[in-house]
């Protein structure tokens, strides 16, 4: 896509992963200088809506509004449009709603958000999947190679990058190139639990393997002092606040 947005130096991004605004709110004031942005999702969105979205990003933190939309081409490109002036910096839809609807999403981000439109980013497994979970649903294919299939089609389609698991990201360098943004969750301090995670490793080896975006949740949000965990994230990203 034409005019990429610069993401921050700090690759760190807090989930707020809560309905609670005030919580939400409380969590992205305290991250201030700590972080280099925040995530918000569908249990935010679907308690908080539009004007949540944006009490969020006028505190001046970029926004990664991963509300993972998938549906026919028409809807999405609708979807992204409604979503595409509320100041996100990152939105993202799911690669398996295929071509046209990948297309149909940039679109809608190029002509809704102009200059200032956000990355449109596509999700390729869930993060919380792994082998055996494909086989279930019935894709035999092995996750790490159905995530790179699942990046090559967004980057066909012109999206600015994809949101993977850290096992997939040299993978992903190698098939879609330096240019190609790489959204990670699954990240976790070696101080920190597991949780429900499966295809996880630490925010510092992610960052060497080529990760732009860390997305890190529970091991800050949950930590007895937000900013204290985010401060020692970056510390051992070498990033100064």
Do not use: Y
Not at 126 to 155: F, H, I, K, N, W
């Amino acid at each position: 896509m034409t005019n990429q947005p610069t993401l921050p130096a700090n690759p760190v991004f807090a989930a707020l992963d809560t309905p609670d605004l005030e919580q939400a709110l409380a969590w992205a004031e305290v991250l201030r200088g700590q972080v280099g942005g925040v995530k918000a999702g569908l249990e935010f969105f679907s308690a908080n809506g539009a004007d949540g979205v944006r009490r969020i990003v006028d505190l001046g933190l970029p926004l990664f509004l991963d509300l993972k939309f998938h549906d026919i081409p028409n809807t999405v490109a609708g979807a992204v449009r409604a979503v595409a002036d509320l100041g996100a910096a990152i939105v993202n839809v799911h690669a398996a709603g295929g071509p046209a609807m990948l297309e149909a999403a940039r679109e809608a981000a190029e002509v809704a958000g102009g200059a200032n439109r956000p990355l449109v980013i596509a999700v390729t497994v869930l993060t919380s999947m792994d082998d055996s979970d494909l086989t279930a649903v019935g894709q035999a294919t092995p996750a790490g190679e159905q995530v790179v299939r699942l990046a090559q089609l967004a980057e066909a389609q012109g999206l600015d990058g994809v949101v993977c698991s850290p096992a997939e990201i040299t993978a992903i360098r190698a098939a879609c190139g330096p240019d190609f943004k790489l959204i990670v969750p699954g990240i976790r301090p070696e101080w920190a639990a597991t949780g429900d995670q499966k295809r996880i490793t630490t925010p510092r080896q992610a960052r060497d393997d080529g990760a732009d975006v860390l997305v890190i949740g529970r091991p800050i949000t949950g930590a007895e002092d937000p900013a204290a965990a985010a401060a020692r994230i970056a510390g051992e990203l070498g990033i100064k606040p």
